[in-house]
């Protein structure tokens, strides 16, 4: 704002031929107006290049891109928890109805009789180790 007034006062003085100035040499600075004048000049210069066109247009397609690929990365991974969750439910059928015909075995030992009571801990036993070996074969 100062600037502004100085100048106006400099030229108001031009045109009253006046031969003295009473603004003082440290307010009224020319060379600031000069550097600003040429720095304007220079970020026009930058600004309106072709090779800051072509970053500028090159960093908005990464933008893009990188957008895109965030998008295909999840619909892969989501892709692939589906496709998990599916083996996991077949696995877990699988394991249901081997646990029903166990099971059924298991009634039907049980209606003709144990004859002893470790015959029933055998069963179980050979139930358990079927499992542990059918889910170690999927999962690991």
């Known amino acids: 704002m100062i600037h502004l007034f100085?100048?106006?006062?400099?030229?108001?003085e031009i045109l009253n031929y006046a031969s003295?100035?009473?603004v003082p040499t440290d307010e009224a600075g020319i060379m600031w107006d000069g550097i600003t004048f040429a720095f304007l000049l220079i970020q026009r210069r930058i600004f309106n290049s072709y090779y800051f066109f072509h970053i500028r247009a090159?960093?908005?397609v990464?933008?893009?891109?990188a957008s895109r690929g965030a998008e295909l990365i999840e619909e892969l991974m989501s892709k692939q928890i589906k496709q998990q969750e599916k083996e996991e439910k077949e696995v877990l059928e699988k394991i249901k109805m081997k646990m029903d015909r166990i099971k059924a075995v298991h009634e039907k030992g049980r209606t003709k009789g144990a004859q002893s009571h470790y015959d029933g801990n055998i069963i179980l036993f050979v139930v358990n180790v079927a499992l542990n070996i059918?889910?170690?074969?999927?999962?690991h």
Do not use: I, P, Y
């Open 6 to 12: 100085s100048a106006m006062f400099f030229f108001v």
């Open 62 to 65: 990464q933008a893009q891109l």
């Open 134 to 139: 059918h889910c170690m074969g999927h999962f």
């Open 20 to 22: 003295e100035c009473d």
């Open 58 to 60: 090159e960093t908005e």
